[in-house]
């Protein structure tokens, strides 16, 4: 079956200005139906894909509407600069079909498109359509002739999914809902689509309600439908940046084109209200506070991670700014951004809470350990044990953590009305020895992962007596064990 290329035929049969352009993919790409049934209007360029989009950009000039045909990769980052001005900027009628999305080749690194979204969003008229199954593909076919202008086409090669009916309509700017849910929100596109579907399906199994929207157009993207979604998930995607891009090195403040395109992701999360977070450390940290205040991104809405080397006139910034604070003592360590300054940031009173950040840097998320890391940080800073106290950082670990990122009157606290996690830890092990009149100081102090006997979150018990309830370790465990054979195979 090779739904686009007989669409593309039965397309160029009701309309004499269709013209299919290849690159030695003939039937890899199914236009080899094309080339058979309307040989001459097909052009095989060979393998010379910047000739190939220079050609097109000619003949759409001469007023034909031309199909351009390879793998993804090669209709995109080889050709990159062709695209750009031989066809996007003069908005002529090229339509881009790239085969083979993402790692789905069998051919490895060279041939695996795993950029080519990013690449075609940013050119200036190009639209950007990433297909689920066979019915959006077919349609795919006609709504790009009709449109008028550049278009990318992101297509699987081989087995072709069908996943809509045959009246499900594919819309430029459309996104559609393919599974109702108020708990979670999945938003997919291209072939992950049915995997969104398979995860929904198998979290439903374990009683989560969870949304699947397929978002078949990229640019322009369904931007009210998204917010429409997850306007009241519990969970969401969020903007976090590695530092602010265009900042790199000490000093270096102008106004960049990176610093634009941040500029206007910023202001995207912000019409979206997702949360964001900027990570400030090492080398360039001072630069990047800086150019964060100097061009009015620092808000109330901004989570800055780190920031272990803040000075007296930083530490006002971010209290007029109203932006909170994520420290991560276990990365900032391990990457040498310096001793965190927990004692500092409590008596300017900011927002405040504590994370581990990376697992891969961290190397475990073991929360009763970040607070006991903290407790002797301070301690050794101020040369006095007693200058943190347990409640303190249990309630940065809980309550204040949730202010931190305005999640308090949600989470955070045990209080009627919230959906508070509850954590109950067994005093009978050997290393739970009391030593206090406080229990919180047995909890920094002395706790670990091994004396969680019960959790509870948001009234589902997900662990009692010390075992998982919602998940089989030794599957977890065997799959993962699995996984780790097969890497060490492939690159051995």
């Known amino acids: 079956m090779k739904p686009y290329g007989a669409a593309l035929v039965r397309l160029a049969r009701s309309r004499t200005d269709i013209v299919c352009l290849g690159a030695d993919l003939t039937r890899q790409t199914e236009t080899d139906l094309f080339r058979d049934q309307l040989p001459d209007r097909f052009f095989n360029i060979g393998m010379a894909e910047a000739n190939m989009v220079g050609i097109a950009g000619g003949l759409a000039r001469a007023g034909r509407t031309v199909y351009v045909n390879t793998f993804g990769v090669f209709a995109t980052r080889r050709c990159f600069d062709q695209l750009a001005m031989a066809v996007s900027y003069p908005d002529l009628n090229v339509k881009v079909v790239g085969f ?36 959006e593909i077919v349609q795919a076919v006609d709504l ?68 699947v929207l397929s978002s078949p157009s990229i640019k322009p993207l369904d931007v009210a439908s998204v917010t429409r979604l997850v ?15 265009g900042i790199e090195n000490s000093g270096e403040r102008q106004r960049s084109a990176s ?10 999360a912000r019409r979206l209200c997702l949360p964001i977070s900027v990570h400030v450390g090492g080398e360039t940290a001072e630069s990047q506070f800086a150019a964060l205040a100097e061009l009015d991104m620092l808000r109330s809405d901004v989570q800055l991670v780190h920031m272990t080397g803040v000075n007296v006139l930083q530490f006002r910034e971010i209290k007029r700014s109203g932006a909170s604070v994520a420290l991560t003592p276990l990365t900032e360590l391990r990457m040498g951004y310096g001793f965190t300054r927990l004692g500092e940031f409590l008596d300017a009173d900011v927002r405040l809470g504590i994370g581990i950040d990376s697992n891969a840097l961290a190397g475990h998320s073991n929360p009763f350990a970040l607070m006991r890391l ?45 959906k508070a996690d509850l954590i109950m830890l067994n005093p009978n092990a050997w290393n739970m020895g009391w030593f206090s009149e406080d229990p919180a100081d047995l909890i920094v102090d002395a706790a670990g992962p091994e004396n969680v006997d019960t959790v509870i979150v948001d009234g ?33």
Do not use: C
């Open 231 to 245: 306007g009241g998930a519990p969970l969401t995607l969020g903007l976090a940046w590695r530092g602010l891009p």
């Open 460 to 492: 589902i018990l997900v662990k009692h007596k010390g075992r998982l309830t919602l998940v089989d370790r030794d599957q977890v465990l065997g799959g993962a064990k699995t996984s780790i054979s097969n890497i060490v195979r492939r690159v051995a």
């Open 100 to 135: 083979m999305p993402g790692i789905s080749t069998p051919g490895g690194p060279s041939h695996q498109a795993i950029d080519d979204i990013a690449l075609m969003r940013v050119l200036p008229n190009m639209k950007v359509l990433d297909l689920a199954d066979a019915t």
């Open 144 to 211: 790009a002739a009709q449109e008028r202008g550049p278009v990318y086409l992101r297509l699987k090669r081989g087995e072709i999914p069908k996943i809509f009916s045959d009246d499900h309509v594919l819309e430029l700017g459309k996104a559609n809902l393919v599974r109702d849910g108020d708990e979670v929100v999945l938003i997919a596109s291209g072939m992950m689509v049915p995997g969104a579907i398979a995860a929904a399906e198998f979290l439903a199994v374990y009683g989560f309600s969870v949304a």
């Open 374 to 418: 903290l407790r002797l940080i301070e301690a050794g800073r101020r040369k006095d044990e007693t200058v943190i106290s347990a409640r303190s950082l249990l309630a940065l670990a809980t309550i204040d953590g949730a202010r931190a990122v305005k999640l308090d009157q949600e989470i955070g606290s045990i209080t009627p009305g919230k």
């Open 259 to 268: 610093l634009n395109v941040a500029a206007f992701e910023l202001d995207t």
